[in-house]
């Protein structure tokens, strides 16, 4: 086994197979150019023929270049490569230049629905092509087209991971899970292995160079069709992260927390740029997020051994990627209990781009009763790719998210609880991708973020408090990174790229809150509080990054790299961190994978994530973790795979945060009296992670994970479990789909999270009557009892001519209404002799929530 060479090697090979000595000095084939000739109205194959017998490597399949096809239009050029090319286009056909080969494979513009794949099978041994090769996969790939001897392509195929068997008579065979992408063709390269009594395992390759780009830990891919069929609120891509062992989640919240880490120490990137805060109804637990699940084509989760470039993020990394107009060409229209959507996407008239809008309305005020509210918010994306050249791709993307949300939990006058947000977000970015040779490559991205939101409570409760809070934040920030790619020999590649980012912020906080009641019974809790705070900090920050990747032996690989790290906020300039990184990947015969990663993770602290409104108006220095990840993916056969992962970090230089002990749904939760600070010297979070899954062929699919985990502060050096610590966890879906149904249903499983205690204590004052004093117990020293939800959604299609298709579905969440507890409040009352106590009462996530909805495909 041996991995892909690289194209030099190949030209090298047919250079000493053919003599085509033109060929090893001409990358686009200019030289040795027949004499000018009349092609029109002559069969396509004769001419394409006639070239590959004066020495060029063409290949096709008389299955895509049929003896009916003829040149209609007399090419404009003499350069055999570009006449070719023109010939080809009229019948959707093109060339595609790989490993020394010029395949004659479909356009992209051709394929309606999906990716494609091309199979490239050679002996290890000799690197000549192997005939007779049988291809057996899961789920079932659709009939090959043969572009000659060991070349095939596969057509048509929905962005998935497949798991694929190559036999062919004398040599070993091998399975490998190769993962196929909407849009560019994956390439996937096999090496078999001759039969001997030395059994081996054949390479496979994804793309030239995209087998290594996750050697530390293997990321979940989750395409845009399995997370339409989750049964989750409002077929949100954020929340499809939340199925996947190591995360955790409330069921309100879009938000995930990762292998113990906070929701912020996970980084989410929409087409390669990192999204700022991206969900509706940030300060209402933010419910769903601001990108519309239809546009997207997959989301790729890393839940540990976050790649270098992506580098500022102790946790975790979701990559979403939009569907590719030159693959799916769209126009849908969609109503549901959670939002009306419209979706467009085409193709350019020019065959060389395409775009993509998509526009969404919020109807939760449409069916909420007005006494509790308006929450108003809608969203609007749009996406732009031209090709400037064969080598050179330019991308323009826009997000732009607005809410104007209000929330009543109560409206009379001398029992007023209210609060409103209004939030405007405008991200947008260009993306230039540069091929500057088959070995090199970069992509340069530009982009400009704007951010606005004001908030405003108030609360009247004579029995606990009375408080008015204004809070109103502005953010704007232009950022600009690159990466490049170079693979300088045969078993290495060098990665490296910078970060340079410049922001400016406005905070203006007021609060006045008086304490009544229980409220002034928790310790340091003053009569009331005032605070008055506004701040305009600026700054910038840099991140530059290397990696080597190298192939040590046939199935051996390592990756190592540094990363350096660097934030000036006015007048605080913090010191420059390092990151270094290695991960390790090995495979067997079987398929087997194993991993392993070693990293050190930095968290700086953004210019927007000021504690202001928790009276901070300084910045602190980049949280710091270091993380350990061994894990190993087993095949079972064709249609399961077996993971398992354990992981430990540890946390160190960790900011102090502010958090509730009681009451996580609070409106305004800086006021309430439970808010303490707590101020960690260091944290720990490990855990162990199995999941099983299976794809088939047929209608069933299924995935069971399990993980066992902690994490803990400890404070004052005491270990402490954090508020999301869940030590056991169990997740499991199930789904059945045909060409009219699809059925899916899914439960998640967990220990209760951790909650504290409150007792009434009697002491005595500073003039030494008795008083009593609400006093806390240990923080996170209990546990609520068992969470549990079953979710379940039903869509059925139905066609109208070839084009026209209605989805109407249901969806329930927490179908069995269960009450998993969430909360405590505790009310202040006195025995018959005048005594005070606590009474404990417990509130709960959400109840059982059905929605139905259609979407409309024309």
Not at 165 to 182: H, L, W
Not at 493 to 507: C, K, N, S
Not at 767 to 796: C, F, K, W
Request: with cysteine; hydrophobic share 35%; glycine share 6%.
């Amino acid at each position: 086994m041996r991995v892909t060479s690289k194209t030099a090697l190949a030209r090298r090979w047919f250079c000493a197979a053919i003599l085509l000595l033109p060929f090893c000095f001409s990358k686009n084939l200019s030289a040795a150019e027949p004499g000018k000739t009349s092609y029109q109205g002559r069969p396509i194959a004769a001419v394409i023929d006639e070239f590959r017998a004066a020495g060029y490597p063409f290949a096709y399949s008389t299955g895509l270049v049929r003896s009916n096809f003829t040149v209609t239009v007399e090419p404009s050029t003499t350069n055999p490569l570009e006449i070719v090319r023109e010939i080809l286009a009229p019948w959707h056909l093109e060339v595609k230049e790989e490993q020394g080969f010029l395949l004659v494979v479909r356009a992209a513009t051709a394929v309606a629905t999906g990716g494609s794949l091309l199979l490239i099978v050679r002996d290890e041994n000799n690197w000549q092509l192997v005939e007779g090769v049988r291809v057996s996969s899961a789920p079932q790939l659709p009939d090959a087209d043969s572009l000659g001897a060991g070349v095939y392509q596969f057509a048509d195929l929905e962005p998935r991971e497949y798991r694929l068997q190559v036999e062919a008579d004398g040599f070993e065979s091998g399975t490998r899970t190769i993962k196929v992408r909407a849009g560019k063709p994956t390439l996937m390269e096999v090496e078999l292995l001759p039969k001997r009594d030395e059994i081996e395992m054949i390479t496979v390759l994804s793309s030239r160079y995209d087998i290594w780009s996750d050697l530390g830990t293997s990321p979940f891919y989750i395409s845009g069709m399995s997370i339409e069929n989750l049964p989750d609120i409002g077929d949100d891509p954020l929340r499809a992260a939340q199925i996947l062992p190591g995360t955790a989640s409330t069921g309100v919240s879009a938000r995930t927390y990762i292998r113990g880490g906070e929701y912020r120490e996970t980084a989410v990137f929409l087409n390669g740029n990192e999204l700022l805060d991206p969900y509706h109804a940030r300060d209402f637990q933010s419910i769903f997020s601001t990108v519309d699940s239809r546009i997207i084509d997959g989301v790729e989760v890393y839940t540990g051994g976050v790649p270098l470039r992506f580098g500022d993020q102790m946790s975790g990394a979701l990559l979403m990627t939009t569907i590719d107009p030159a693959i799916a060409q769209r126009k849908e229209i969609g109503i549901s209990v959670y939002n009306t959507s419209l979706l467009m996407s085409d193709l350019l008239d020019s065959g060389r781009g395409g775009w993509l809008v998509s526009a969404r309305r919020g109807n939760l005020d449409l069916v909420l009763e007005p006494q509790y509210g308006s929450p108003k918010y809608h969203d609007i994306f749009g996406s732009f790719r031209y090709e400037l050249s064969p080598d050179a791709t330019l991308t323009a993307n826009a997000l732009y998210a607005k809410d104007k949300i209000t929330v009543t939990l109560a409206n009379e006058p001398d029992d007023l609880e209210t609060a409103s947000s209004n939030t405007e977000s405008l991200q947008f970015w260009v993306q230039l991708h540069n091929q500057w040779s088959d070995e090199l490559q970069s992509t340069s991205l530009l982009s400009l973020n704007s951010y606005e939101n004001k908030r405003y409570g108030a609360i009247n409760d004579a029995e606990k408090y009375v408080s008015e809070v204004n809070d109103a934040r502005e953010f704007q920030e232009l950022k600009l990174q690159q990466d490049w790619e170079w693979g300088y020999a045969d078993k290495h590649i060098l990665q490296w790229g910078f970060d340079l980012a410049y922001g400016r912020t406005e905070y203006a906080y007021d609060s006045d809150t008086s304490y009544y009641g229980l409220s002034t019974l928790y310790p340091g809790t003053p009569a009331t509080e005032i605070r008055d705070l506004e701040t305009t900090p600026e700054g910038g920050a840099y991140a530059i990054y290397v990696v080597d990747k190298w192939q040590m032996a046939q199935r051996t690989f390592v990756e190592y790299g540094l990363r350096f790290d660097q934030q000036t906020y006015d007048q605080q300039t913090f010191a420059t961190d390092a990151s270094p990184r290695v991960n390790f990947f090995h495979a067997t015969q079987g398929g087997t994978e194993f991993r392993a990663s070693w990293g050190r993770f930095l968290q700086p602290q953004d210019l927007r994530e000021l504690q202001i409104e928790d009276g901070v108006i300084d910045f602190y220095r980049a949280q710091r973790a270091d993380q350990v990840v061994v894990g190993v993916r087993q095949p079972l056969g064709l249609n399961y795979s077996l993971r398992l992962e354990l992981y430990q970090k540890e946390y160190d230089r960790l900011r102090p945060r502010y958090e509730n002990l009681y009451d996580q749904l609070a409106l305004i939760p800086e006021v309430e009296p439970d808010r303490v600070q707590i101020a960690p010297t260091s944290a720990r979070a490990r855990g162990a992670e199995i999941m099983l899954d299976s794809e088939s062929d047929g209608p069933w699919s299924w995935r069971i994970a399990y993980s066992y985990s902690e994490v803990e502060d400890r404070v004052d050096g005491v270990d402490m479990p954090r508020g999301w610590d869940q030590r056991q966890a169990l997740r499991a879906g199930l789904n059945w789909s045909t060409e009219r149904w699809d059925i899916g249903i899914s439960t998640n499983v967990h220990d209760g999270w951790p909650t504290t205690s409150l007792s009434l204590v009697e002491t005595v004052d500073e003039n030494g009557l008795p008083i009593y004093v609400a006093e806390p117990g240990q923080r996170n020293a209990g546990h609520y009892s068992m969470y549990a939800t079953l979710d379940a959604r039903v869509n059925r299609k139905f066609h109208f001519g070839d084009q026209r298709v209605l989805n109407v579905f249901v969806e329930v969440s927490n179908a069995l209404n269960r009450k998993n507890p969430c909360c405590v409040e505790f009310d202040l009352l006195y025995d018959e002799n005048d005594i005070p106590y606590a009474v404990r009462e417990e509130d709960y996530w959400l109840p059982v929530l059905p929605a139905v909805g259609f979407i409309l495909e024309f």
